[in-house]
């Protein structure tokens, strides 16, 4: 998953004006979300090599059925008392979650890791754009559009057609799920409507994955790589931003979440052995910049989400 994110819920949520916190808390927050960051990034590299094994669908599959297993046995979250609406919202949470998740393994599995995450990253982007509701905020959309118009310089059929509308696609569902995820803080307690939400995106992925894969998903090797991947994509990151949004504004935390692409890039190029091209890092640094400048202008006030908005996953 991304997973995520991952911009992220914390750039869209409702403002709550709050004091900035200032020193060494605020330089342990920026070094949880970098880690956090590092974490999602790095658990879709080491996702990508158990593709010959289990397929994409196999493992979106051990890493979301785990991560939703983890979050229960964690949370235990009430089941009862919710309404229609409710129930509809965490559903529409999931199918978001799921999605996004398989969407992007398709992604990864065509593509190399940092152009599918600079892609990726463009649903969020928007969503920044369009909730700032400023002319300005056009601008920060042209640079983005400028390097993903670079990253296809060479044509998009170079990265596989396939895998940039997989990652497309999933920046679509990526908003989506920001949007749903803050909703859902607001009508669940705790993390309740994400581990709901997680539940209901295994429930979408593992007939896919067990289609797809088969047997290979019960294999020990293929099972403790799938844990390690659920721990390292979703457990650690999610406890690590959730720590960082207890000492950073939103506005710090998004600005931070949009170094994902660069490093995607890094991680892509360390374990996969994924190379760019000068003109694709040029691109994703654009997209970054773009991001930075978006979630900025989005945020000019001092702000702070609820904790529970936090995407965690990807």
């Given at each position: ?5 991952h911009t992220s819920s914390a750039a869209t949520a409702a403002p709550v004006l709050v004091r900035h916190v200032a020193g060494r808390a605020g330089v342990g927050g920026v070094g949880l979300v ?245 003109p694709q890092c040029a691109a994703i640094a654009l997209v970054v910049t773009a991001s930075v400048g978006a979630v900025r202008m989005g945020n000019r006030q001092v702000l702070t989400p609820p ?8």
């Amino acid at each position: 998953m991304t997973s995520t994110a991952h911009t992220s819920s914390a750039a869209t949520a409702a403002p709550v004006l709050v004091r900035h916190v200032a020193g060494r808390a605020g330089v342990g927050g920026v070094g949880l979300v970098l880690a956090g960051a590092v974490s999602v990034q790095f658990g879709s590299a080491f996702a990508a090599l158990l593709f010959p094994q289990a397929g994409a669908l196999g493992v979106v599959a051990l890493r979301v059925t785990f991560a939703a297993v983890l979050l229960f046995v964690v949370t235990r979250p009430r089941l009862r008392g919710y309404s229609r609406a409710d129930w509809a919202v965490a559903i529409g949470f999931g199918l978001a979650l799921g999605g996004m998740n398989i969407l992007f393994y398709q992604a990864i599995d065509r593509i190399p890791l940092g152009p599918a995450v600079t892609l990726e990253v463009l649903g969020p982007l928007l969503l920044s754009v369009v909730a700032a509701r400023r002319a300005a905020s056009l601008l920060w959309a042209a640079l983005a559009l400028g390097g993903v118009s670079l990253l296809g310089r060479d044509g998009f059929g170079q990265l596989n057609v396939a895998g940039v509308a997989f990652a497309l696609s999933a920046g679509g569902m990526w908003a989506a799920y920001i949007v749903l995820n803050a909703r859902a803080g607001a009508r669940f307690p705790r993390l309740d409507g994400l581990t709901i939400a997680m539940a209901v995106a295994a429930l979408v992925s593992l007939p896919l994955g067990i289609t797809a894969a088969g047997g290979a998903l019960l294999k020990p090797g293929v099972l403790g790589l799938g844990l390690a991947i659920a721990v390292l994509g979703s457990g650690v990151p999610y406890t690590l931003e959730l720590l960082a949004l207890r000492r950073l504004s939103a506005a710090t935390f998004a600005v931070l979440t949009s170094l994902a692409p660069a490093l995607a890039a890094m991680a892509g190029y360390l374990v996969l052995d994924q190379g760019l091209s000068l003109p694709q890092c040029a691109a994703i640094a654009l997209v970054v910049t773009a991001s930075v400048g978006a979630v900025r202008m989005g945020n000019r006030q001092v702000l702070t989400p609820p904790a529970a908005d936090s995407p965690g996953d990807r």
